[in-house]
């Protein structure tokens, strides 16, 4: 594996092997002294184009307790501000020797672009409306480890809600979850699809709620109701939001998760605290291990995942 | 450089169909046209075995960026690049900076292209100041100094009133507008064709029906006003279905195709390259398939470049913020020739005497191979496969797409006005 910038990338077999090696980290990760030297001497840079604090300190701290070093880029205090290109800035940060690159950038398709000007291996952190890999990883090994599913996804009913069209979550759960043997549906208005879906579509939530084994809300970002997508934040609460009554109609075991942030009130019309099913914390604390496994899989040398002296 | 020029060993292509002969070329007119013709002193003798002589291409849709945006092309690189394509002459699209909407603009492109010598560089100008959409340009003025060719390009005209308004004001001065068809409503943040592609890649799509809710206004206000209007890169499949209907019905209407949406679809953008960005986009095979046989049956009439040059740097932006476009002039031949299966007469008619009686030149340009004509003329071996060599183009700017992919068919000779302008596939100047 040279690089992580989609799940298509590393396949059921990859996607498989890291949810594997993530139980393993997340092992580590329960030590009392969480760190290994596992990646000692490698040097991972955070290139955000795009603000982000929970992706960015999850890596942060995924290269941390692997010893990784670790450098942050940030656009607000950069040379981009001062004009420069993104190659430029790229090949700049690879002269001082990186290992990695983890990009986030609004524009779909950068990490493609970014890997033509760098040996350093590419994770791709959110590129535009395309991918999010390592969340569709954290959200793969937290169904997995939530519903026992070591195995795979074979028969497991997802339904993802929401505004899929803007989504790269969605985009990459899609894949991955497919890839693992569920059968995932789709719930929104056409206004919140992409033009074409290899997956079952429905816009009627309360249809799907009572089988599903986890549903998986998306953000609801307001400025969609100004792009007449959808006419009111109120009306997509009442067709497609999580009210305390669909809470109800919820099968007893189903998860409940989100990508964050979350829009209470919106997507998530009720205290998530209050759902027994809601592993919305378990899957911020899961993805640290999935990105330790990405980062051990592109950049480790074979060394055993030891204690640190 | 000699007055007096002989191709020899060539089979002459033009309207009046297909057959071996040389040609004498004296004092920029066809001089002589035989089976064999015995060269004397005077004759520069060009080779033209293995090849085709026709009468010169015309481009409709050239993008020389001067002025304005001179690091991506000047008028004489990209004459250099038209004439190692085997064009005699190219309509210069009005997007440049200042637009091509007055009379002064209009004639510094014309005579930079006289200045540089390897083309007839005709310009256009624009339907609109500034291609704004908000107020005609001086169409009488123009047409008065030879302008002929009127778009916004790069945009559509919006307005439908303005549209008419351009029409109806248009219709007597025997000029025709070109219409770029993009409703930009429909394309707001747009970067990619929109389907199967672009919900995977995760990039907006540019719907076809946005280009064709264009074609079908204008097709309707052809019927209209009666004046002409010729649509630039037909794109869809239902685009060429409305055109076929407009011309079944005896309406103005003229449609042209370029090489990339005849060759390229928009499964190639899944690595993200700003190579295959283009307005209008990169479509789908059925689309492809129904360009070509627009082409085919006539109802496109002409394959036209929309040669885009962009310096690398901008195309080197992540996707969403490259430019659109791509270079078409020195690979349109070997495009063509690669990807239509149409008679060998049809491809060159598109690429020659069709385009010429749109862009008003057919007095010089896209003549018969015949004595007395105009020598603006076209060698090329119809059969010869070779690839691009990016360092080798003419074009200051190296965005072609056309890459390391096997094209068909290569210029060897020019003849503008009696002279060679690119003798064995190397312009002359």
Not at chain 1, 83 to 88: H, K, N
Not at chain 2, 86 to 91: A, E, L, N, R, S
Request: charged letters at 25%; proline letters at 6%; one cysteine or more.
């Amino acid at each position: 594996m040279r690089h992580f910038r989609s799940i298509d990338e590393v396949g059921t077999d990859g996607v498989t092997r890291l949810l594997d090696l993530a139980d393993h980290m997340a092992e580590v990760n329960r030590r009392p002294n969480p760190k290994v030297p596992a990646l000692r001497g490698k040097t991972v840079c955070n290139v955000f184009f795009e603000d982000s604090t929970r992706t960015r300190l999850s890596f942060e701290t995924a290269a941390k307790r692997l010893s990784a070093d670790i450098m942050n880029f940030g656009v607000s205090s950069s040379s981009v501000n001062k004009g420069e290109s993104l190659r430029d800035t790229i090949e700049t940060i690879a002269a001082m020797g990186v290992d990695a690159f983890v990009i986030r950038h609004g524009s779909s398709g950068v990490p493609w672009q970014v890997e033509q000007w760098t040996d350093a291996a590419v994770v791709n952190a959110g590129d535009g409306w395309h991918a999010h890999p390592t969340q569709a990883l954290l959200d793969c090994y937290t169904i997995r480890t939530a519903l026992h599913r070591t195995g795979g996804f074979d028969g497991l009913k997802i339904a993802i809600v929401g505004d899929v069209k803007h989504s790269r979550v969605a985009r990459s759960d899609i894949r991955a979850f497919t890839l693992l043997g569920a059968d995932v549906t789709l719930v929104a208005p056409r206004t919140l699809l992409p033009p074409t879906v290899d997956v079952p579509v429905t816009t009627d939530l309360d249809d799907v709620i009572g089988d599903v084994d986890v549903l998986y809300l998306l953000r609801m970002q307001r400025e969609r109701m100004t792009e007449s997508l959808v006419p009111s934040l109120r009306e997509y609460t009442a067709r497609f939001g999580l009210t305390p009554a669909r809470a109800v109609a919820l099968p007893e075991h189903a998860l409940i998760m989100h990508p964050g942030p979350m829009n209470r009130g919106v997507e998530m019309a009720v205290d998530p605290g209050e759902l027994p099913g809601a592993v919305i914390t378990q899957q911020v604390t899961n993805g640290i291990a999935v990105r330790m496994a990405v980062l051990f899989e592109l950049l480790g040398s074979g060394t055993e995942l030891e204690d640190d002296e | 450089m000699s007055e007096q020029i002989l191709i020899i060993g060539g089979r002459v292509v033009d309207q009046a169909g297909e057959r071996r002969a040389d040609v004498r070329v004296t004092d920029g007119r066809v001089a002589e046209v035989a089976e064999t013709i015995e060269p004397v002193d005077a004759d520069e003798v060009l080779d033209a075995s293995e090849c085709v002589v026709s009468p010169g291409f015309v481009d409709l849709h050239t993008h020389l960026r001067e002025p304005g945006r001179e690091e991506a092309e000047t008028i004489e690189t990209g004459s250099r690049a038209a004439a190692r394509g085997g064009y005699t002459c190219v309509v210069a699209m009005p997007n440049t900076d200042p637009t091509q909407d007055s009379v002064s603009v209009v004639e510094f492109v014309r005579r930079q292209g006289e200045a540089a010598g390897l083309c007839d560089v005709r310009p256009s100008g624009s339907i609109t100041i500034g291609r704004a959409g908000e107020q005609l340009s001086p169409l009488g003025e123009l047409a008065a100094v030879g302008v002929h060719l009127f778009t916004d390009d790069g945009d559509g005209v919006q307005d439908p009133l303005l549209m008419r308004r351009a029409l109806e004001y248009a219709a007597d001065l025997g000029v025709v507008l070109a219409q770029h068809c993009e409703v930009k409503r429909l394309t707001e943040g747009a970067v990619m064709h929109e389907g199967r592609c672009c919900s995977t890649f995760g990039l907006p799509g540019w719907p076809s029906i946005a280009e064709e809710l264009m074609v079908y206004r204008d097709i309707e206000l052809v019927r209209l006003t009666g004046a002409p209007v010729h649509i630039l890169h037909l794109s869809t499949a239902r685009s060429v279905d409305l055109v076929r209907a407009a011309k079944a019905e005896g309406l103005a209407v003229t449609a042209e195709a370029t090489p990339h949406h005849i060759s390229l679809t928009d499964e190639l953008l899944v690595g993200y390259s700003a190579l295959y960005k283009v307005n209008p986009p990169l479509r789908t095979l059925p689309d492809v398939t129904a360009v070509r046989a627009g082409l085919a049956d006539g109802t496109i009439d002409a394959i036209a470049t929309d040669h885009a040059p962009h310096a690398p740097e901008t195309k080197e932006q992540p996707l969403d913020q490259a430019p659109p476009g791509m270079l078409g002039l020195e690979t349109a031949l070997g495009v063509s020739l690669a990807h239509l299966d149409m008679p060998l007469a049809d491809v060159v008619a598109a690429l020659s005497w069709k385009p010429a009686e749109i862009a008003g030149v057919a007095d010089l340009h896209g003549r018969p191979v015949a004595p007395g004509e105009p020598a603006n003329l076209t060698v090329f071996d119809p059969t010869a496969e070779w690839e691009v060599v990016p360092a080798r183009l003419a074009s200051k700017s190296r965005n072609t797409p056309f890459i390391g992919i096997p094209l068909r068919g290569k210029v060897r000779h020019t003849v503008l006005n009696g002279t060679a302008t690119v003798l064995d596939g190397e312009a002359m100047r």
